[in-house]
Structures are given as C-alpha cells and as structure tokens.
C-alpha cells in the first residue's frame, strides 16, 4: 500500500503562483512514476505533470513552460511548483503514484485561480 497525502492548495490571484506539496508513505519501493492530476467542475480529469523513477518529467501543454514538476527523495515528497497561474487552472489537484500496475490517489487540494 502506498499513501499519498498533497497540501499546498488555496486561493490566489491570476499570475500568482502555488507550490503543491505530495508527502508518499508506505511501500514506497518499486513505484514507477509520480504524478499530478487535475479536476475542473463539469470537467474530466486530466494530466497535469508526470516525474518517472528515472527523473524525465513531461507536463500537458497547457501548463508548459509554468508548472514544474520535481521531487525531494529524502523528504519522500514530490513537488508541483505552479507560476503565472490562470483561472483556468482552478481545478482540485492530486498526487499519484504507479507501482507494480495499480495507480495510488491522495485526496486532492483546492486550487483556486481568481481573475
């Protein structure tokens, strides 16, 4: 089992910037890849950032070039530092992580983009 808890939501302005923190507990050994997702109201989920165990990362294009992706091994926490925020980017966020063939959610973070 792999525990997933992100913190770091809130509110901010349009151009702002978040940093959303993802602390991984559990069987940690053997994951593949970490990533974040996102939820729009009325929207499906979609990828949002994605860090493999090798450390090649690759973001939707909507968040290319703003979002960056990166993790801190020592802290077991993987990171989604958020520039030039939108309000198009309100959406809840969560931290995945893949092993052994089963994704793993935390219970998501509110990001709230005002304009």
């Known amino acids: 089992q792999v525990q997933l808890v992100e913190s770091g939501g809130g509110l901010v302005q349009a151009g702002g910037s978040l940093r959303l923190s993802c602390v991984v507990s559990?069987?940690?050994?053997?994951?593949?890849?970490m990533a974040w997702y996102r939820q729009a109201p009325g929207k499906q989920r979609e990828l949002v950032a994605v860090i493999t165990r090798g450390g090649s990362t690759n973001y939707a294009d909507s968040v290319k070039g703003r979002f960056t992706i990166s993790r801190d091994n020592a802290k077991n926490t993987v990171y989604l530092q958020m520039n030039s925020l939108k309000p198009e980017d309100t959406a809840v966020y969560y931290c995945?992580?893949?092993?052994?063939?089963?994704?793993?959610w935390g219970q998501g973070t509110q990001v709230t983009v005002s304009s």
């Open positions: 559990g069987s940690i050994f053997s994951i593949n890849a």
């Open positions: 995945t992580a893949s092993r052994l063939g089963f994704n793993y």
